[in-house]
């Protein structure tokens, strides 16, 4: 990891320390991804079996599971993994059913009732990552808040091949379909549909560059979509008083995910940034996905700032998909934290935590989204819309405002809709 000290840089090379990393800004993955949606538009099931193929390997007969299928896996799953599925399916249920949102209804004068509503999104598609981890987590972060919403069909993609332990998470959330294809293509197939693959409404889920760019490529075509849930950022804000080994292994946790994962330490003090880097390199030692991990470190950064209220600014302005704080007194600095995707504190809760089994959702915005998009939650799987009823003493009291806004806008016939009612009731 790359140290700098924050005070010393110019404003360019502050900007510098908290860009992303050159990986995930690769402009060659968007014409890419580009060839590949319009290959499935044009070709559908032909087109996608044959990128499937060159990306992914074959893919047999089989690549579409109904919910028999899906249910069939848990006789085959290990007993432990079953158990800890289910003790995760139970936090992250209880902590999203209790965002179900009440119907708001008020009378805002006399006569004139406004109600706020909420309905779930009809066709969903979810995309759970597998290219280099088939992330069974991830299921129960999309298909349980799907399932809670009430959202009518659910159609779940996973690069093949699929195992038990996602078949069985699926089959437990309530998952309509699903196929076993990956990638871009697996969310062109889910945007534009094909011969075998529903067109849904919106498309959910993280995933590698590809992946993310298909999902905003689409959503400029009229395909709804979640956030840019892109590779896994993590950012520690850390004082003398944590322990290096958290921090490292807090670390490690997202470095190991892919190449262009990206970590940040924001410290304040020396001492503890040494002391972690050693940390980091020993237990590099034990980690299998080590390669993937290093590659990541080499893009990351070690920041020393002067104060803890300067490590908050300086993570405020990256963003983080996930903030760590291990300070004395981590509470204290929420006030200062505007910027996060999720936020996890003290030294008893590692970022892990909230991706398997805290009961939060691990679907989170990348790139500095953060600044203005949420954490998933039920809330994206539902739509909110308006219902009004005047009643006539409702409408003569709206009546001059009404018309005298219409008239003020040149709009004649807005104020005629009301002006005909007031003249029927002479
Ligand atoms: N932000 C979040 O909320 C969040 C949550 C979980 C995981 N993640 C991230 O999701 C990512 C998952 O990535 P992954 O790669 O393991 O799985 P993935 O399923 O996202 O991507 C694998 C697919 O990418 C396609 N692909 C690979 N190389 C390609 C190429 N050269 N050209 C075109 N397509 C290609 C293949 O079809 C493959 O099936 C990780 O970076 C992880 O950090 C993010
Ligand atoms: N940390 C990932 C989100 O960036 C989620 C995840 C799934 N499995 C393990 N981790
Ligand atoms: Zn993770």
Redesign the pocket.
């Given at each position: 990891m790359q140290r700098v000290i924050w005070q010393t840089l110019t404003e360019t090379q502050k900007q510098a320390a908290l860009s992303r990393s050159e990986l995930v800004q690769d402009g060659a993955v968007a014409e890419?991804?580009r060839t590949?949606l319009a290959r499935v538009k044009n070709e559908g099931d032909a087109g996608l079996l044959a990128l499937?193929e060159q990306?992914?390997g074959p893919l047999g007969d089989n690549w579409q599971l109904g919910p028999e299928q899906m249910a069939e896996a848990a006789g085959r799953l290990d007993e432990a993994l079953k158990q800890a599925i289910d003790q995760a399916i139970d936090n992250i249920g209880r902590f999203h059913s209790a965002q179900q949102p009440q119907t708001l209804a008020l009378n805002v004068a006399n006569g004139v009732r406004c109600e706020l509503r909420s309905e779930a999104i009809e066709r969903v598609g979810l995309?759970v990552?597998?290219?280099?981890?088939p992330?069974i987590s991830?299921v129960l972060m999309l298909a349980l808040p799907a399932r809670i919403a009430g959202c009518e069909l659910k159609v779940m993609v996973?690069?093949p091949p699929v195992n038990d332990a996602i078949l069985y998470a699926a089959s437990r959330c309530g998952v309509d379909t699903l196929f076993t294809i990956?990638?871009?293509?697996a969310i062109a197939a889910l945007a534009y549909g094909t011969e075998t693959v529903p067109r849904v409404d919106k498309i959910f889920g993280?995933?590698?560059r590809?992946?993310t760019e298909a999902k905003t490529q689409v959503s400029q075509q009229g395909t709804a979509i979640d956030m840019p849930?892109?590779?896994?950022e993590v950012l520690v804000i850390a004082d003398d008083s944590a322990n290096p080994d958290f921090v490292a292994a807090d670390l490690l946790s997202q470095a190991e995910?892919?190449e262009?994962?990206q970590v940040m330490l924001v410290t304040n003090s020396a001492a503890l940034a040494d002391a972690v880097e050693q940390a980091v390199s020993r237990q590099l030692e034990r980690l299998p996905r080590s390669a993937v991990a290093q590659v990541a470190l080499s893009q990351s950064r070690v920041i020393l700032a002067d104060t803890l209220e300067q490590a908050c600014a300086i993570s405020n302005a990256y963003a983080p998909?996930h903030l760590i704080v291990q300070t004395r007194a981590p509470r204290d600095l929420l006030p200062r934290l505007r910027a996060a995707?999720s936020i996890f504190l003290g030294p008893w809760t590692p970022e892990s935590v909230g991706d398997y089994a805290s009961g939060t959702n691990?679907?989170?915005?990348?790139y500095g989204a953060a600044r203005t998009a949420s954490s998933l939650s039920l809330a994206d799987f539902q739509r909110r819309f308006t219902v009004q009823e005047l009643s006539q003493d409702g409408l003569n009291t709206l009546a001059n405002a009404v018309t005298t806004l219409a008239e003020a806008e040149g709009l004649r016939a807005h104020a005629t809709a009301v002006t005909l009612r007031l003249e029927a009731q002479q």
């Open positions: 890419s991804v590949i499937t990306f992914d995309y990552p597998g290219g280099t981890a992330l991830t996973t690069p990956g990638g871009a293509q993280p995933g590698n590809f992946v849930a892109g590779p896994s995910h892919g262009d994962s998909e995707g691990h679907v989170l915005p990348t």
